[in-house]
């Protein structure tokens, strides 16, 4: 019975063991390429170790080679298009360095674009820094599209990956921790199909990693100069995190505190490292200063002050705060919900800990877990200690905010990398009974990591059959258009169709979701051939028309299924009837139901 279920498993995609047909499909791959290496190892092994002691050549084909897999796939899954909150903000900081500024004016009918993480005074501005924007500025103005800068991000972090690898493990093996990064960030990677960010923030940390060891190496002010990039970089991209970058950077030079001749030979880079890092810093205060009128105050910061979060709506069912209470009494009460409140925090920490860690597996692929017990053995040394030291300091210090994404750690994506090829790296020397088991088991592992490319590769370069199809919804990760935004990109193609400037108010239905968010502007909106702007009644919207009499005018109701796009028509006005007899007043009502709080979030 179960030899029957084991072949029938082919046609339902599940087996008794947990495989399905993609995971046999996927070894299969594996066999055919280890196959295919064993009888090329004669010849393979010697070029590519030759190939990889030739920095510029490697980096060069690292970079080409993530872009061009992800251009052949175009037909396929064409541009991505933006969905969410995050993107437009990122895409608004882009369109807004564009027109070389940090910030936008208010515009004088500005109530009607007010939207997610987008403030309106004093100025009509993104919250978000200028890191992701700024790549993205780049490639719109080299290649005329956004997404370019995506691209050429994805790039950058994926030969710079290999560049850090360099200085701490032997070429052959840093060769394959870039095409690893390929692999695992490439052309299959949310980074590489949003615009939420990821490679700027993974790059910076290359640049930071890779300058750290070389520095210790051979005092050189070049590479204190690319220490000092990447961490301006990463200010710029990720400035909550940064804090976690530089208590790292310290924990790298602490013992050469214990050595007087060490401690001047590691303070001779910093002068170097500190010019971008204070350019950084005067462009982070100015852009604040743009945006906020505050040389101190970040624009999230201001985002939060002028419109808060979403208040969660409790009960308070305990009696005690609507009774009188003796002084003694309120203090031993404000104690106790101190301590509950103190125990509650902490338990929240903990749980989100214990449910984040599960995303270890965007950052590694599943059969190089297999090499990470081989890294501990490396443990030993300081460098490798501190490296695990790195990771948890970026795990614990972004598990105090609530949300996660995967981009907040960008930074140690490469120490990702590190770990897993330094795993391959020791497990290959192992041997039994003069045997080179390990270097086969090594070898197992990264053509199991190349099969599970190919196989997704060619799922979405092929996924117009019925089979790609089928096998597509077993991806771990599904990033790459098969969620795409079908309803943005319908209503978008219908407005590309019309001709001349348009003006779309979005009037949403009583049962919306609130994120799903359709009002979204360029940086000049006025100049914009389409504007968006909220329905705020036909009185109100009267104003805007005005103000837009060249326009075309269009309702969309992005609640309908699919949405509905119409020429706009004012609501009529909501007819008066007449006021009911007021009551006469009585005594009040009893209160059944628990009191009401509102209780705002942070």
């Given amino acids: 019975m179960l030899l029957t279920d084991f072949f029938r498993s082919f046609l339902p995609m599940r087996n008794p063991i947990g495989f399905g047909a993609s995971d046999f499909i996927e070894l299969g791959l594996a066999a055919l390429l280890l196959v295919l290496a064993l009888i090329s190892r004669p010849w393979i092994e ?33 541009v991505p298009t933006p969905d969410l909150y995050d993107e437009f903000g990122h ?40 890191g992701q924007g700024l790549a993205m500025a780049i490639g719109r103005a080299i290649f005329g599209l956004p997404w370019a800068g995506v691209l050429l991000a994805c790039a950058a972090f ?4 290999y560049w850090m690898l360099r200085a701490w493990i032997s070429p052959g093996w840093a060769l394959l921790g870039g095409l690893l990064a390929v692999i695992q960030f490439g052309p299959l990677n949310q980074w590489t199909n949003s615009y939420w960010g990821g490679h700027v923030a993974a790059a910076s940390g290359c640049l930071v990693f890779g300058a750290l060891p070389r520095i210790r190496q051979a005092v050189r002010a070049r590479d204190g100069l690319w220490l000092g990039i990447g961490l301006a970089l990463h200010l710029i991209t990720r400035p909550y995190e940064s804090l976690f970058l530089y208590a790292s950077i310290a924990l790298y030079y602490a013992p050469a505190l214990r ?29 604040n200063q743009r945006v906020t009128h505050s040389w101190k105050t970040l624009p999230e910061a201001l985002s939060q002050y002028q419109y808060g979060v979403p208040a969660a ?14 002084p003694q009494q309120e203090l031993e009460y404000k104690s106790q919900v101190s301590f509950r409140s103190a125990s509650e925090t902490l338990v929240s920490y903990l749980t989100r800990l214990e449910f984040r860690v599960r995303f270890l597996r965007f950052f590694l692929l599943a059969p190089l877990y ?28 972004t598990n105090f905010f609530p949300a996660f994404q995967f981009h907040y750690v960008a930074a140690i994506a490469c120490l990702f990398i590190l770990m897993s090829v330094t795993g391959l790296e020791r497990l290959s020397r192992i041997t039994i009974r003069g045997t080179d088991a390990g270097g086969d088991g090594a070898r197992v592992i990264v053509f199991l990591c190349f099969a599970h490319f190919l196989l997704w590769y060619g799922v979405h370069l092929f996924d117009d059959r019925d089979s790609a199809l089928k096998l597509a919804q077993y991806e771990t990760w599904d990033n790459i258009n098969h969620r795409n935004p079908e309803r943005r990109i319908q209503v978008a193609r219908e407005l590309a169709g019309l001709q001349g400037r348009q003006l779309v108010f979005v009037r949403y239905w009583p049962n919306h979701i609130f994120q799903d968010e359709w009002v979204y502007n360029a940086a000049d909106i006025d100049a914009a051939r389409i504007v968006w702007a909220r329905d705020l009644g036909a009185s109100e919207d009267e104003k805007l028309l005005h103000y837009y009499p060249d326009r075309t005018v269009w309702l969309l109701e ?43 979030v942070h």
């Fill in 46 to 78: 010697p070029c590519s170790s030759r190939f990889a002691r030739r920095t510029g050549w490697c980096m060069l084909v690292l970079a080409v080679l993530p872009v061009a897999l992800r251009l052949i796939l175009i037909p396929r899954h064409p």
């Fill in 91 to 130: 895409l608004l900081v882009g369109e807004t360095l564009r027109h070389f500024r940090l910030a936008n004016p208010v515009h004088p009918f500005h109530r009607f674009f007010e939207t997610f993480f987008v403030i309106q005074e004093p100025s009509y501005s993104s919250i978000y820094p200028i």
């Fill in 158 to 161: 994926c030969s710079l990956c």
């Fill in 259 to 287: 050595y007087t001749a060490d401690f001047r030979r590691a303070l001779r880079p910093v002068g170097t490292a500190t010019l971008p890092l204070l350019a950084a810093v005067g462009m982070t205060l100015v852009h």
């Fill in 313 to 326: 709506l409790t009960f308070q069912t305990d009696p005690i705060p609507h009774r009188a209470l003796t």
């Fill in 370 to 397: 297999i090499a990470l017990p081989f890294f501990l053995l490396r443990l030993r040394e300081f460098d490798y200690v501190w490296l695990v030291v790195t990771i948890l300091l970026f795990a614990f210090g």
């Fill in 558 to 600: 992005p609640d309908a299924a699919p949405p509905k796009l119409s020429r706009y028509v004012p609501e009529p006005p909501p007819q008066v009837s007449s006021p009911a007899p007021a009551n006469k007043p009585g005594p009040p009502k009893e209160q059944s139901h628990p009191t009401l709080r509102f209780e705002q």
